[in-house]
Structures are given as structure tokens and as C-alpha cells.
């Protein structure tokens, strides 16, 4: 079983420095989880396939591991190897995380800054 664990810095800061702001927690929570669950499907996307196993296996990995930490699991031995080694298809949970690391960026800034 492969765990991809997509780390965001910066969001402890940012929910200290808005204390008084009592839903920012499980608003940026829920968020990080819309988007863990985007870029698992993302990643189940482009995700190679032979048996459909591994594709299959993406969109139902996404667990939650704090308040604000969320993370994928694979369910298959062979996830890490096929996402660092596959001809044509290597890459395919980080080019997920990638082409989210800025949606997800702006969501937290936007709600942060809501008041």
C-alpha cells in the first residue's frame, strides 16, 4: 500500500494569525479535502492502466489524517513504481498535485482573508 502524503505549509500560521475568525479550521479543513479528493481524481486520470486496479484505487485512498491534513492512499503494491518508472506515464500524482497547487493555494488565501 503506497501513501502519497501532499504537505501545505503555512496553514497553522495562517489560522493562528485569524483566532478570531472560529470557522477557519473546518473551513480550510474542507477545503484541503475537496482538493485531495480533486487531485486523487486527477491522478486517477492519468494514472496508467492495465487491470484498472491502481485507477480504481485512488479516488477511494483519500483519508484524513488531521483536521487540515489529508492524505491518498494507494491500495496497490505497485503504485510508487509505476509512478516513478512507467515509460509513459510516470509522474501521474505529482503532475495531479501540480496542476492543483495553485487552486488550492488561492481557496485558503481567499477564505483567510474572509472575515
Same mark, same amino acid.
Request: aromatic share 6%; no cysteine; proline share 2%.
Given at each position: 500500500?503506497?501513501?502519497?502524503? !501532499?504537505?501545505?505549509?503555512?496553514?497553522?500560521?495562517?489560522?493562528?494569525?485569524? /483566532?478570531?475568525?472560529?470557522?477557519?479550521?473546518?473551513?480550510?479543513?474542507?477545503?484541503?479535502?475537496?482538493?485531495?479528493?480533486?487531485?486523487?481524481?486527477?491522478?486517477?486520470?492519468?494514472?496508467?492502466?492495465?487491470?484498472?486496479? /491502481?485507477?480504481?484505487? /485512488?479516488?477511494? @485512498?483519500?483519508?484524513?489524517?488531521?483536521? @487540515?491534513?489529508?492524505?491518498?492512499?494507494?491500495?496497490?503494491?505497485?503504485? /510508487? !513504481?509505476?509512478?516513478?518508472?512507467?515509460?509513459?506515464?510516470?509522474?501521474?500524482?505529482?503532475?495531479?498535485?501540480?496542476?492543483?497547487?495553485?487552486?488550492?493555494?488561492?481557496?485558503?488565501?481567499?477564505?483567510?482573508?474572509?472575515?
Amino acid at each position: 500500500m503506497a501513501r502519497f502524503n !501532499v504537505k501545505v505549509t503555512g496553514i497553522k500560521r495562517t489560522i493562528r494569525s485569524k /483566532l478570531t475568525d472560529r470557522n477557519l479550521a473546518q473551513d480550510v479543513d474542507q477545503i484541503t479535502e475537496a482538493y485531495a479528493r480533486k487531485i486523487a481524481n486527477d491522478a486517477a486520470e492519468k494514472a496508467p492502466i492495465l487491470t484498472g486496479l /491502481l485507477k480504481n484505487s /485512488l479516488p477511494n @485512498g483519500v483519508e484524513r489524517s488531521a483536521i @487540515g491534513e489529508w492524505q491518498i492512499v494507494a491500495m496497490t503494491d505497485y503504485t /510508487l !513504481v509505476q509512478e516513478y518508472t512507467h515509460q509513459t506515464k510516470k509522474g501521474f500524482v505529482r503532475k495531479a498535485v501540480w496542476d492543483n497547487k495553485e487552486g488550492y493555494r488561492k481557496a485558503v488565501e481567499q477564505r483567510a482573508k474572509r472575515r
